[in-house]
């Protein structure tokens, strides 16, 4: 055993008996010694040395429950408390409970506060922010000004024009097409041949050869 091991035994005792006494509730042997051990640097075996022997001693109090011994402090060789005293302890934890209370409150407000700030734009990201804005908001100026200044611009009364004829065209278109598709079929009931080779024949060009397309109406 080093030397400051064995100092740190020699002295558990003592330690061992402030510490029940200031605590004042029951530890087993393993809870006293994961609370101290970093602290003091106490082994296991010398807490649970220590403990038997202030047991033994009557200093401390000892009760086993199965295989597991728990150890707390002696009572009686506490100083007893008046019951003004503890009036006066239970108003301090009235006081202190509210002064928690109030805290975590403020806590709480100082957290809300804190994730709006960490969501928010640093100034830095805000002033490049507002030069992006001002660049897009400029070419969205320009592009309008072009179109603004054009010449050809077309009246809502020229539009629907157009439309008017696109689909006066259309239903020609529509109608031709069908009128040739029924003229087909009905020939070639009779014609010895396939379809394609009697267009080939006659020279018809479909729609599909050319890959357009009917628009609809």
């Known amino acids: 055993m080093s030397k400051g091991r064995a100092e740190a035994a020699a002295g558990a005792p003592a330690i061992l008996l402030r510490y029940l006494q200031e605590q004042n ?3 087993s042997a393993q809870d006293v010694f994961g609370n101290l051990q970093r602290e003091h640097g106490l082994g296991k075996a010398a807490v649970v040395k220590a403990l038997e022997q202030l047991a033994q001693q009557g200093k401390i109090r000892e009760k086993a429950y199965g295989k ?22 239970d108003a301090k934890i009235v006081a202190l409970t509210a002064k928690v209370q109030s805290l975590q409150q403020s806590c ?3 957290e809300a506060e804190l994730k709006d700030l960490s969501s928010a734009l640093t100034t830095p ?25 054009a ?6 009364e020229e539009k629907e024009e ?13 109608k031709r097409k069908r009128m040739a598709t029924e003229l087909s079929d009905a020939i070639l009931e009779g014609y010895p041949k396939s379809k394609k080779q009697f ?16 628009p609809d109406p």
């Open 199 to 214: 267009f080939e024949e006659v020279g018809i060009e479909t729609d599909e050869d050319h890959d357009v397309k009917l």
């Open 108 to 110: 709480r407000h100082m």
């Open 25 to 27: 509730r029951p530890y």
């Open 162 to 174: 157009v439309y008017k004829e696109r689909q006066k065209y259309c239903k020609e278109w529509r």
């Open 68 to 89: 597991q011994k728990i150890y707390f402090a002696d009572q009686a060789q506490l100083d007893t408390v008046s019951d003004a005293d503890l009036q006066g302890l």
């Open 125 to 149: 990201e805000m002033q490049k922010e507002i030069r992006e804005l001002q660049e897009e908001c400029a070419g969205y100026r320009e592009r309008l000004q072009n179109i603004k200044a």
């Open 151 to 156: 010449a050809n611009h077309v009246t809502p």
